[in-house]
Every structure is written in structure tokens, then in C-alpha cells.
């Protein structure tokens, strides 16, 4: 299983630790990813979402999981969370 946010894209970078003699080896920074359930209201079902603690923050600052998707471009979204957009979408049109 792959340690990418669906949310933002966040992944493993790599990077040196330094010690104090100037040593340098190779490391990984590893993102905080979060196997988590989000709560679609549009929809009202729980949707599960590999999401990093940064992500989690960016949902619940734009409005919550529908306010997210529809507002982010689907070319940008990670393509799990392409067909939930969709989903969203077709069930707001068919509300309006």
C-alpha cells in the first residue's frame, strides 16, 4: 500500500540526517497517513480515504467532504476519489 494522501498527494521524500560531524545518511520523511472514514453528507454514507493529518484539516477547513471535491478539479483528485465526486454531482442535480 502506496504512502500517498488522497487528499493533497503527499508522499515519502528523502532526505539526509546530518550529525553534528557533518555525517550525511540517506533517510525517508514519511507522511502521516491515516486509513479514516469521512462522512458525505450529500450522499449520507461513510467514504473511506488513505488521508494524511494535513489532508483531514484541508476537507474540514473547505466545508467538509462534498464542499472538497466539488470544488477541487477532477484532473487534481486522486482517481478513487474520482467516482465519489461524480456520485455527489449526480445527486445534487438530481436534488436541484
Not at 64 to 86: H, I, N, S
Request: aromatic share 4%.
Amino acid at each position: 500500500m502506496a504512502r500517498r494522501c488522497q487528499i493533497t498527494g503527499k508522499s515519502v521524500m528523502a532526505g539526509n540526517n546530518v550529525s553534528h560531524a557533518l555525517n550525511r545518511t540517506r533517510r525517508r520523511f514519511l507522511p502521516n497517513v491515516q486509513d479514516t472514514s469521512i462522512y458525505s453528507v450529500t450522499l449520507g454514507r461513510w467514504v473511506k480515504v488513505r488521508a494524511s493529518a494535513a489532508g483531514l484539516r484541508t476537507v474540514e477547513h473547505k466545508g467538509g467532504l462534498d464542499e472538497f471535491l466539488t470544488g477541487t478539479a477532477k484532473t487534481k483528485l486522486d482517481e478513487k476519489l474520482r467516482p465519489v465526486k461524480a456520485e455527489i454531482e449526480k445527486k445534487r442535480a438530481e436534488a436541484a
